[in-house]
């Protein structure tokens, strides 16, 4: 099945600590995101890339960073300078440019950091 | 830098009532999407908005591009149960999308 798939669904950290979200494409999509939801709130963009080794940063991406050696994966490392990382993190991917088509999401991973 | 905004941030129905949401944005688009997220899921797609004065329909779902590009609504005619989620906009303005905060759509039934 072609798809997004991230993982963990959920992701229980010590505040402090490192952690990366995976995120994989079997969709042969050139652009990938990284957004992160807080309740009630809309997506807000942290990384984006629209072709592999290269990445932009978005509106948030203090305390994260990214990696996009594959075309098929891009993933999230949250880092111990975010203040605040207990969000919903979603990724997604589109063909071509970035957001010139519609843009598939993966499930997310719901990280809870305490 | 670019703001997107979308009221309401809430609307509650009576079922077979209906409902639209506003998107208006401070920028000129290039295109405007469409995505739906039920609760605990994950967004979906539901339309591109890219000419201006742009409708299109999808069953009880009317999209709109306003004339000047820097506006849309979507509306939904006589609501069902299954409507109920959150609907985002996401405007595309000097090569990055901005998403709108969303309005959740209750509908009792």
């Known amino acids: 099945d072609g798809g997004i798939t991230q993982s963990p669904k959920y992701l229980f950290r010590k505040e402090g600590q490192n952690v990366t979200l995976s995120c994989e494409q079997n969709?042969?999509?050139?652009?990938m995101y990284w957004y992160r939801q807080d309740p009630g709130q809309g997506l807000r963009l942290i990384y984006y890339s629209q072709i592999v080794n290269d990445f932009q940063k978005g509106d948030i991406a203090e305390g994260y960073s990214v990696s996009r050696e594959k075309k098929e994966s891009f993933p999230l490392t949250v880092t111990s300078a975010q203040k605040n990382p207990t969000a919903f993190y979603l990724c997604?991917?589109?063909?071509?440019?970035?957001?010139?088509?519609?843009?598939?999401f993966g499930q997310g991973t719901r990280l809870t950091v305490v | 830098g670019q703001q997107v905004m979308q009221i309401p941030q809430y609307q509650h129905v009576q079922e077979g009532e209906d409902f639209t949401t506003y998107c208006n944005s401070s920028t000129t688009l290039s295109n405007i999407q469409w995505y739906k997220q039920r609760p605990g899921g994950h967004p979906v797609f539901l339309i591109q908005l890219v000419k201006s004065g742009e409708v299109k329909k999808q069953k009880r779902l009317t999209f709109q591009f306003g004339e000047a590009k820097k506006n849309s609504s979507l509306h939904i005619t006589a609501t069902q149960t299954t409507d109920v989620g959150t609907y985002f906009c996401a405007g595309l303005n000097a090569g990055k999308s901005t998403f709108g905060d969303g309005t959740t759509l209750t509908v009792k039934p």
């Open positions: 997604a991917s589109s063909y071509g440019q970035g957001w010139v088509t519609e843009a598939f």
């Open positions: 969709l042969n999509h050139d652009a």
